[in-house]
């Protein structure tokens, strides 16, 4: 039985039942899921300084599920904070939904597009396609005006902006295939693709789903290289566990 921890990056419980009950809902039978938040940190993740605030909180909550018996854990913020440093420290599955959720929608179409929050986000994910390596197949990168704590309070305006968005990287950038960039996306993209007509990817879902079949099959990150530091510094970190 698959054992999965979700982990909200942020110090609020406050998308914790929605993911959990989410989930349950799409799980197979014999998973079980643990969705958990942060005791510190800030309560949204909206920059680059966010991010690396939280990325040692994260790390320690990876060493702890291993700890507790998990096979997979999910990081669900789009910024993947902690991703590469975690994935040293553990041997169990741990994936993030920003590169998961990007790697996944390339299977269906040639060019994607994604959308997250705020106006930095252009930038923020136009990075992250360069640091992921597939630039030339994103078409567009861009943000709706919301902020990720106000993005639940009127789920129509939400899908309004979204859906202009989109559709901007469809009929303008000739985008196949939409990734919302963002956890607090949750639950919205059957509404989204029958607006649309092209495939939209939730990427905690899409990242859930992928860490269930992978654990399910016992696939591991390879310790060959870049996730294999070198011994001296394991020892270390052992001492402090």
Known sequence: MPRILVINPVATNKWDELTQSFLEKHASPETSIVVRSLREGPESIESEYDRDLVAHHVVEEVVRA????????????????????ARERVKILV????????????????????ISTGRNARALYHKKALELGVLDRVAYT?????????????L?????????????AIEEHGAEVIVLGCGGFIGLTKD??????????????TTFKVAETL???ELR????F??????HKVREWEKHR
């Open 221 to 224: 990150h390879s310790k060959a």
């Open 95 to 114: 994936l993030g939904i920003g590169e998961t959720s990007i790697i996944t929608a390339l299977l269906l179409g040639h060019r994607i597009a994604i």
């Open 215 to 217: 654990a399910s099959i």
């Open 66 to 85: 291993e700890k507790e018996g998990f096979d997979a854990v999910v990081i669900n913020c789009f910024d993947d904070p902690g991703l590469h440093a």
């Open 226 to 231: 870049l996730y294999n530091p070198p011994e």
């Open 192 to 205: 989204l693709e029958e607006e649309l007509g092209v495939p939209v990817i939730d990427p905690t879902l």
């Open 156 to 168: 129509e305006l939400l899908k309004k902006q979204v859906l202009a968005e989109a559709r901007k």
């Open 142 to 154: 861009g943000g709706i005006e919301l902020g990720v704590l106000e993005m639940r309070e009127d």
